[in-house]
């Protein structure tokens, strides 16, 4: 049984008490879904939220971002060392958001999947093209040249990474990738992973930019999709429940 993989990324969302809400919500929805879980929280609460998750298979913490140095003067980073001491799993790396606001380039966003694989934690890697890229008829060559860098850094490790397709436009926007061009992208992912490691198929990709409860369906059957990486409706339990039970129908026997 192939089961998706579907990741809440919350950005800068939350208080203690919503947080504790939203957790309690999804993790009281969870029982029968036969689906792998994961939200990426802001840092600040990653101490509370190892005390909700914990015992949780279904329902793991990830992070938004991961410094590029182990140790020492970088002030404000968080390393991968310490993720994993608060029980984080996952870290999204090279989200779009962090490329655009904070300048971060493909060589960087290897590095960071770097340290989170040699600390043991799953990096998701972030991929995607901008409009005026796909305008233009690049998207391939964007997403390939970003995943090239993650791949050529992080060599025989890379059938250990998540893989999440976001294009840029669609983010936040409520304008989806059609499962069409969703697929098209991620089939190209796939020939590019494969050609890495001889143990690509077991990657998941995750496709994400505006994913809710009515469009999953039609994304998380395409064959090359794995899951998906979910904002806006991260934030609302019946929303993010509603995607689980799709993912759930859709793993493969
Ligand atoms: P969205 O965000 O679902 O709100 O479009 C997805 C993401 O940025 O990861």
């Known amino acids: 049984m192939k089961q998706k993989l579907i990741v809440g990324n919350w950005k800068m969302n939350g208080s203690l008490a919503t947080n504790q809400a939203l957790v309690q919500g999804v993790l009281a929805g969870l029982p029968g879904l036969n689906v792998h879980a994961a939200i990426c929280a802001p840092a600040a609460y990653f101490a509370s ?15 938004q971002d991961v410094s590029m140095h182990e140790t020492g003067a970088y002030t404000g980073e968080i390393s991968a060392s310490m993720l994993l001491e608060f029980g984080v799993r996952y870290v999204i790396v090279g989200h779009s958001e962090r490329r655009l606001y904070h300048g971060e380039l493909d060589a960087q966003v290897a590095i960071k999947a770097q340290r989170a694989l040699s600390a043991g934690i799953t990096p998701i890697v972030c ?21 090239a860098a993650v791949i050529h850094t992080n060599g025989h490790c890379i059938s250990e990474i998540v893989v999440a397709y976001e294009p840029v436009w669609a983010i936040g926007t409520g304008l989806t990738a059609t499962p069409e061009q969703a697929q098209q992208v991620h089939h190209v992912l796939r020939q590019q992973l494969k050609a890495a490691s001889p143990r690509a198929d077991r990657i998941a ?49």
């Open 49 to 63: 939220l190892q005390i909700l998750l914990q015992g949780q298979t279904g329902l793991v913490c990830g992070a």
């Open 127 to 147: 991929v995607g093209e901008t409009l005026a890229e796909r305008q233009a008829g690049c998207t391939e060559e964007v997403v390939k040249r970003q995943l």
């Open 205 to 253: 990709l995750l496709y994400g930019g505006s994913m809710n409860a009515v469009n999953a369906l039609d994304l998380l059957r395409q064959p090359d999709i794995d899951g998906g990486l979910i904002g806006g409706a991260a934030l609302k339990v019946p929303d993010f429940l509603a995607i689980m039970a799709t993912a759930s129908q859709c793993a493969i026997a």
